[in-house]
């Protein structure tokens, strides 16, 4: 099961960062992502975290501004958000279970809403 948690209301510029609880299975076992769909869009990858935690994938859109990490001893993902932009604004999902690179992710939780105001 994965819980996420951290999303709010916050203005341009801002930073927030996203976490998400895992229970069951170990993160440090598979690859791990973000993902987030805005209203009115399809769901869009955000970034990946290998289960070494060596590797990182990101979109294009958040390069340079968020970072993903997880803490295996809390067996928890995070997604630290920076210089957040109103197009920002979505509901972003933890995935797990990830195998393979790029990683092809099998379970989901239930999301976070995020919203960046102008």
């Known amino acids: 099961q994965l819980v996420e948690s951290g999303g709010g209301l916050v203005q341009a510029g801002d930073s927030l960062r996203l976490a998400c609880a895992a229970s069951?299975?170990?993160?440090?076992?598979?690859?791990m992502g973000w993902f987030r769909q805005a209203p009115g869009k399809e769901r869009e990858f955000v970034a990946a975290?290998?289960?070494?935690?060596?590797?990182?994938l990101y979109a294009d859109s958040v390069k340079g501004r968020f970072t993903i990490s997880k803490d295996n001893h809390k067996n928890t993902l995070y997604l630290q958000m920076n210089s957040l932009k109103p197009k920002d604004t979505a509901v972003y999902y933890c995935a797990g279970e990830g195998a393979g690179w790029p990683p092809e992710f099998h379970s989901w939780g239930q999301g976070t809403q995020v919203t960046v105001s102008s």
């Open positions: 069951g299975r170990a993160i440090s076992d598979y690859a």
């Open positions: 975290l290998s289960w070494s935690g060596g590797s990182t």
